[in-house]
């Protein structure tokens, strides 16, 4: 039925196409015209066609799923849920995204100042408010070589999308000098708004020209020494209003034509930064206690190579002013197709520009409250959490005796309340620890309560994952990171190979 529909639009596309040369049935001009053509272009004559018979007795179909969670996932999701089309957010290792990591957002629309972390929560649950289901999980790998498109979980689920608004966003660049992967979670660092409180006192540098060195070194500011931030051409990228702001933060000081070429330090810590003055063309030797890199970001494109059509930079590329990519039905939107803007507000538009171009491709085809009526209805289980299963650490004593006393191994999350990757991590942690609570203990220590604590297994970056066998420290994770890689380090700790 909807490929003898979809049989005469493409035919009808094409004849006016040929007969009438109007513009609008060749991609890239309108949404629709182009869907359309690249539906028919592509899938006719092959294998696979949009037939919605071929999702009877399919689990886990949803006519929309988002992959992130940040401005443009939330946006993308509630857009779809008021649609009125099941939608399913995949939120990702980071949910809420980069915003989330950052203070006061000053540029959105309506608010003179709201907390980043807020902000995505106000959207999360305005989007979940008009039905958008979240899924705690991460996405392992996509075919969209057929359809319905495939979502492999990191949590081996798989998910059938008839349409997919990858919403992945980007991640902050590294330096790639010597020393910058030696010392990292040892005085190398992306965050302030995490790792700030560890360099009281402290002379600190910030590399980077633009708005997020700014933003850091203010964070910064409440509590290190010295600030330096290193801009390595004579000028910065950020905004001058944000540059004014420096003047009333005396401790922050700017280098210009700066090139870090080394970081040093000595078995534990940061020492010092070797830089290359582009103007003398002098080396020197700066000592300091840490290093916060604010150089930009590189799209998370990784998931989605090979698929979708990429840049020179590794940007999704999306056609005209819509946010379709080169494979009809699928969608990206924010700053994993964006390295113009990158602005939240912009992020957030493409996403409900990505879920309006869904939700007309889901009509297109036939997509109808009967389709989807006929769908699976089960809602994507959250995992219920045994709240016992991560022992919070009230004392320092209490912590010694367990790793002491434990025949099993004894993991560790180190966090704080303020710190939003950590709060991202802890979920995960929880789910991680039901999974493997025969084989070993989880505990979670808030360094803001127990900092003697901190001070003695020197955790000078959030979060850090302790490993204690035999009452001795075996081993030592100081990123960020999503179930998948919590899963891993927990199965190597407790002796089974990571895909078990
Ligand atoms: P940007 O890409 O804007 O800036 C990156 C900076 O790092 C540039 O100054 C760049 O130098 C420098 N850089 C890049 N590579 C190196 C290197 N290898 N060594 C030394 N320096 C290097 O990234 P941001 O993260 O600052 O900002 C991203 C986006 O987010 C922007 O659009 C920004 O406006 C926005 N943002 C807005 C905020 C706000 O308004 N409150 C806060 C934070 C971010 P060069 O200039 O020479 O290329």
């Given at each position: 039925m909807?490929?003898?529909?979809l049989?005469k639009?493409g035919?009808?596309?094409?004849?006016v196409l040929?007969?009438?040369?109007?513009?609008q049935?060749?991609?890239?001009?309108?949404?629709?015209?182009?869907?359309?053509?690249?539906?028919?272009?592509?899938?006719?004559?092959?294998n696979?066609?949009f037939?919605?018979?071929?999702?009877k007795?399919k689990?886990?179909?949803?006519p929309?799923?988002v992959i992130g969670?940040?401005?443009?996932?939330?946006?993308?999701?509630?857009?779809?849920?008021r649609?009125?089309?099941k939608t399913?957010?995949?939120?990702?290792?980071?949910?809420?995204?980069?915003?989330t990591?950052?203070?006061?957002?000053?540029?959105?629309?309506?608010?003179?100042?709201?907390?980043?972390?807020d902000?995505m929560?106000?959207?999360?649950?305005?989007?979940?408010?008009?039905?958008?289901?979240?899924?705690?999980?991460?996405?392992?790998k996509?075919?969209?070589?057929?359809?319905?498109?495939?979502?492999y979980?990191?949590?081996?689920?798989?998910i059938?999308?008839?349409?997919v608004?990858?919403?992945?966003?980007?991640?902050?660049?590294?330096?790639n000098?010597p020393?910058?992967?030696?010392?990292?979670?040892?005085?190398?660092?992306?965050c302030a708004i995490?790792?700030?409180?560890?360099?009281?006192?402290?002379?600190?540098?910030?590399?980077?020209?633009?708005?997020?060195s700014i933003?850091?070194?203010i964070?910064?500011s409440?509590?290190?020494?010295k600030?330096?931030?290193?801009?390595?051409k004579d000028?910065?990228r950020a905004?001058?209003?944000?540059q004014e702001?420096?003047?009333?933060y005396?401790?922050?000081?700017?280098?210009?034509?700066?090139?870090?070429?080394?970081?040093?330090g000595?078995?534990?810590?940061?020492?010092?930064?070797?830089?290359?003055?582009?103007?003398?063309?002098?080396?020197?030797?700066?000592?300091?206690?840490?290093?916060?890199?604010?150089?930009?970001?590189?799209?998370?494109?990784k998931?989605?190579?090979?698929?979708?059509?990429?840049?020179?930079?590794?940007?999704?590329?999306?056609?005209?002013?819509?946010?379709a990519?080169s494979i009809?039905?699928?969608?990206?939107?924010?700053?994993?197709?964006?390295?113009?803007?990158?602005q939240?507000?912009?992020?957030?538009?493409?996403g409900i520009?990505?879920?309006?171009?869904?939700?007309?491709?889901l009509?297109?085809?036939?997509?109808?409250q009967?389709?989807?009526?006929s769908?699976?209805?089960t809602?994507?289980?959250s995992?219920?959490?045994?709240?016992?299963?991560v022992?919070?650490?009230?004392t320092?004593?209490e912590?010694?005796?367990?790793?002491q006393?434990?025949?099993?191994?004894v993991?560790?999350?180190?966090?704080?309340?303020?710190?939003?990757t950590?709060?991202q991590?802890l979920p995960?942690?929880?789910?991680?620890a039901?999974?493997?609570k025969?084989?070993?203990?989880?505990a979670?220590?808030d360094?803001?309560?127990?900092?003697?604590?901190?001070?003695k297994y020197h955790?000078?970056?959030?979060?850090?994952?302790?490993?204690f066998?035999?009452g001795?420290?075996?081993?030592?994770?100081?990123?960020?990171?999503?179930?998948?890689?919590i899963?891993?380090?927990v199965?190597?700790?407790?002796?089974?190979t990571?895909?078990?």
């Amino acid at each position: 039925m909807q490929k003898k529909s979809l049989y005469k639009i493409g035919s009808l596309c094409l004849l006016v196409l040929v007969l009438l040369s109007i513009p609008q049935c060749s991609p890239g001009n309108n949404s629709v015209g182009a869907s359309i053509y690249n539906s028919v272009a592509k899938f006719f004559g092959e294998n696979n066609t949009f037939d919605f018979t071929q999702l009877k007795g399919k689990e886990n179909v949803y006519p929309i799923v988002v992959i992130g969670s940040g401005p443009a996932g939330l946006s993308a999701g509630l857009y779809g849920a008021r649609a009125k089309k099941k939608t399913l957010v995949i939120e990702g290792t980071k949910p809420g995204g980069l915003l989330t990591e950052t203070s006061y957002v000053e540029n959105w629309p309506g608010f003179k100042a709201i907390l980043g972390k807020d902000l995505m929560k106000e959207l999360k649950a305005q989007a979940a408010h008009f039905g958008a289901q979240f899924l705690e999980d991460t996405v392992e790998k996509v075919d969209f070589s057929k359809w319905p498109y495939e979502i492999y979980t990191d949590d081996g689920k798989i998910i059938y999308a008839l349409s997919v608004i990858v919403a992945t966003g980007a991640s902050p660049s590294p330096l790639n000098i010597p020393g910058e992967k030696e010392f990292w979670g040892k005085g190398v660092t992306t965050c302030a708004i995490c790792d700030a409180p560890f360099y009281a006192g402290k002379n600190v540098v910030v590399i980077g020209g633009g708005d997020s060195s700014i933003a850091e070194a203010i964070q910064l500011s409440a509590y290190a020494d010295k600030i330096t931030i290193l801009v390595r051409k004579d000028k910065m990228r950020a905004a001058p209003t944000n540059q004014e702001l420096l003047a009333g933060y005396p401790k922050v000081s700017v280098m210009f034509n700066i090139e870090p070429k080394e970081i040093l330090g000595d078995a534990k810590h940061v020492t010092g930064i070797k830089l290359y003055n582009t103007k003398t063309q002098e080396t020197t030797v700066m000592p300091i206690d840490g290093v916060f890199l604010a150089i930009g970001h590189k799209p998370n494109t990784k998931l989605v190579q090979g698929s979708l059509k990429l840049d020179d930079n590794g940007y999704i590329v999306v056609e005209g002013r819509t946010q379709a990519t080169s494979i009809p039905g699928v969608y990206a939107a924010g700053d994993v197709e964006d390295h113009r803007y990158r602005q939240a507000g912009i992020a957030a538009g493409s996403g409900i520009k990505a879920a309006l171009d869904a939700d007309a491709w889901l009509n297109e085809l036939g997509f109808t409250q009967a389709v989807s009526d006929s769908l699976d209805n089960t809602q994507m289980a959250s995992v219920v959490i045994e709240p016992s299963l991560v022992r919070h650490m009230g004392t320092q004593e209490e912590f010694q005796k367990m790793i002491q006393e434990s025949k099993i191994p004894v993991i560790v999350d180190f966090y704080a309340d303020y710190c939003p990757t950590c709060m991202q991590m802890l979920p995960h942690f929880k789910m991680v620890a039901q999974q493997f609570k025969d084989l070993a203990l989880f505990a979670s220590i808030d360094i803001a309560k127990l900092p003697d604590l901190a001070q003695k297994y020197h955790v000078s970056k959030i979060p850090l994952i302790l490993v204690f066998k035999d009452g001795t420290l075996a081993a030592r994770y100081n990123t960020e990171m999503g179930k998948k890689e919590i899963q891993d380090l927990v199965a190597q700790a407790v002796g089974q190979t990571p895909a078990e």
